[in-house]
């Protein structure tokens, strides 16, 4: 079955409004990472986060290990922050063997 | 402190011809690993290092060899390309245990097999 689903697949949003992406994975992890692939193709990394919450600027994370999912909250969004966000998980036993989901695509409109 | 790189940033091959990607990091990471990501997908395992002399298979591991004789460099071979190798291959890096398992990734290389 699916180990790693992203939702939604694909959100369009107008500048400056805010946006929840979610991450589900089936068994408990030791890595949890999520990631911004610009339309240029790089992936940048956005958080490293197995449990807990952060934040970054405008951008914030948390992962509840206990329940299996971890959120990326987006706030003010600008064109800047289109592209495909990743969430990819390592299960346990598999610290650095990263499972990917499919990815979020973001359109964020002037 | 560049970090992951990745040669060649673009490639085209024929079928039945081989190449060597090459990736190299500078952080000292004990684990390098290859990905490859076909269009609208996430990326997928193809093999990993968690260091010198030691590699394994990951989750789409035919078609490809690795080895890995440095702590630097982790180059993936292409022994004769087939059409479904076509994809943008990512090269990554990260620790051994420690307080982290953060992977940082190289460029990308994107290959065309025609």
Same mark, same amino acid.
């Given at each position: 079955?699916?180990?790693?689903?992203?939702?939604?697949?694909?959100?369009?949003?107008?500048?400056? +409004?805010?946006?929840?992406?979610?991450?589900?994975?089936?068994?408990?992890?030791?890595?949890?990472? /999520?990631?911004?692939?610009?339309? /240029?193709?790089?992936?940048?990394?956005?958080?490293?986060?197995?449990?807990?919450? %952060?934040?970054?600027?405008?951008?914030?994370?948390?992962?509840?290990?206990?329940?299996?999912?971890?959120?990326?909250?987006?706030?003010?969004?600008?064109?800047?922050?289109?592209?495909?966000?990743?969430?990819?998980?390592?299960?346990?036993?598999?610290?650095?063997?990263?499972?990917?989901?499919?990815?979020? $695509?973001? +359109?964020?409109?002037? | 402190?560049?970090?992951?790189?990745?040669?060649? %940033?673009?490639?085209?091959? %024929?079928?039945?011809?081989?190449?060597?990607?090459?990736?190299?990091?500078?952080?000292?990471?004990?684990?390098?690993? /290859?990905? $490859?990501?076909?269009?609208?997908?996430?990326?997928?395992? =193809?093999?990993?290092?968690?260091?010198?002399? =030691?590699?394994?298979?990951?989750?789409?591991?035919?078609?490809?060899?690795?080895? $890995?004789?440095?702590?630097?460099?982790?180059?993936?071979?292409?022994?004769?390309? +087939?059409? &479904?190798?076509?994809?943008?291959?990512?090269? +990554?890096? &990260?620790?051994?245990?420690?307080?982290?398992?953060?992977?940082?990734?190289?460029?990308?290389?994107?290959?065309?097999?025609?």
């Amino acid at each position: 079955g699916i180990q790693v689903e992203q939702s939604p697949p694909d959100l369009i949003l107008q500048e400056g +409004a805010n946006s929840t992406l979610r991450c589900n994975f089936s068994d408990s992890v030791n890595n949890l990472q /999520w990631f911004h692939q610009n339309p /240029w193709g790089q992936l940048i990394n956005l958080f490293y986060i197995p449990s807990g919450t %952060k934040q970054n600027g405008r951008l914030s994370a948390t992962t509840v290990a206990t329940e299996r999912y971890s959120l990326l909250y987006i706030s003010s969004s600008q064109t800047t922050d289109s592209g495909v966000y990743f969430c990819a998980v390592a299960f346990s036993g598999g610290y650095n063997k990263l499972i990917f989901g499919a990815g979020t $695509r973001l +359109a964020v409109h002037p | 402190n560049a970090g992951v790189t990745q040669t060649p %940033k673009f490639q085209v091959l %024929k079928t039945g011809q081989s190449m060597t990607l090459q990736c190299a990091q500078d952080m000292n990471h004990e684990y390098m690993s /290859w990905y $490859r990501q076909d269009p609208g997908m996430g990326l997928r395992l =193809i093999h990993y290092s968690v260091g010198a002399g =030691i590699t394994d298979q990951g989750e789409v591991p035919n078609g490809y060899n690795v080895s $890995r004789s440095t702590t630097e460099d982790f180059p993936l071979r292409l022994l004769s390309a +087939a059409p &479904s190798q076509t994809s943008v291959y990512f090269c +990554a890096s &990260s620790y051994v245990g420690g307080r982290t398992y953060e992977q940082y990734f190289g460029p990308g290389t994107r290959l065309t097999v025609t």
